[in-house]
T-cell receptor
Framework: DAMVIQNPRYQVTQFGKPVTLSCSQT?????MYWYQQKSSQAPKLLFH???????NEADTPDNFQSRRPNTSFCFLDIRSPGLGDAAMYLC??????????????FGPGTRLTVL | GQNIDQPTEMTATEGAIVQINCTYQ??????LFWYQQHAGEAPTFLSY??LDGLEEKGRFSSFLSRSKGYSYLLLKELQMKDSASYLC??????????WGAGTKLIIKP
């Protein structure tokens, strides 16, 4: 089955210790997204890639970086995690960015704990 | 600014019908999505509306009025497994998705 896969499902890191979250997709979608979601809040878009074109949201902290080495994989790097970065990180894909093609398919998420 | 409003929480009884409302103020409009999110899981797509009117899909229906900046999700014959958060998201003129904080639906036997 075509899907969006995120690893790991649960990640524990220490304050200030870099961490990388990974996402892969078998849907062959053009667009990949990274969201941060805290409890009872809306998902917050951090950045997205349209193919290799990177789009950073204006309010995404510099502490967050992303890489998309190929169509299938996308990584989220948190350079120096703080306690406020503890959240669920969701990866999503869509065929395109317009109209119904913006239906987003989500991975299961990675829950990040910062100690 | 851009804003999506949904009730924070609703309670309904198994077998009943519930309507979850969503109002929006966005810079442009290119469609509205509803997603379901069970606790601790990722959102899953329910419906997409771009034209005014009702879209029916099994037990779930979604309605849109663009002139009023309003949508609702209607869930019929409620089941315990429908307990989840329901997120409304609007695509603005730049095709960016603006998300609501979600409505937590609690189903009681």
């Amino acid at each position: 089955d075509a899907m969006v896969i995120q690893n790991p499902r649960y990640q524990v890191t220490q304050f200030g210790k870099p961490v990388t979250l990974s996402c892969s997709q078998t849907l062959n979608h053009n667009v990949m997204y990274w969201y941060q979601q805290k409890s009872s809040q809306a998902p917050k878009l951090l950045f997205h890639y349209y193919d290799k074109d990177f789009n950073n949201e204006a309010d995404t902290p510099d502490n967050f970086q992303s890489r998309r080495p190929n169509t299938s994989f996308c990584f989220l790097d948190i350079r120096s995690p703080g306690l406020g970065d503890a959240a669920m990180y969701l990866c999503a894909t869509s065929r395109d960015t317009g109209g119904s093609y913006n239906e987003q398919f989500f991975g299961p998420g990675t829950r990040l704990t910062v100690l | 600014g851009q804003n999506i409003d949904q009730p924070t929480e609703m309670t309904a009884t198994e077998g009943a019908i519930v309507q979850i409302n969503c109002t929006y103020q966005t810079s442009g409009f290119n469609g509205l999505f509803w997603y379901q999110q069970h606790a601790g899981e990722a959102p899953t797509f329910l419906s997409y509306n771009v034209l005014d009117g009702l879209e029916e899909k099994g037990r779930f229906s979604s309605f849109l009025s663009r002139s009023k900046g309003y949508s609702y999700l209607l869930l019929k014959e409620l089941q315990m497994k429908d307990s989840a958060s329901y997120l409304c998201a609007v695509q603005d003129s730049n095709y960016q998705l603006i998300w609501g904080a979600g409505t937590k639906l609690i189903i009681k036997p």
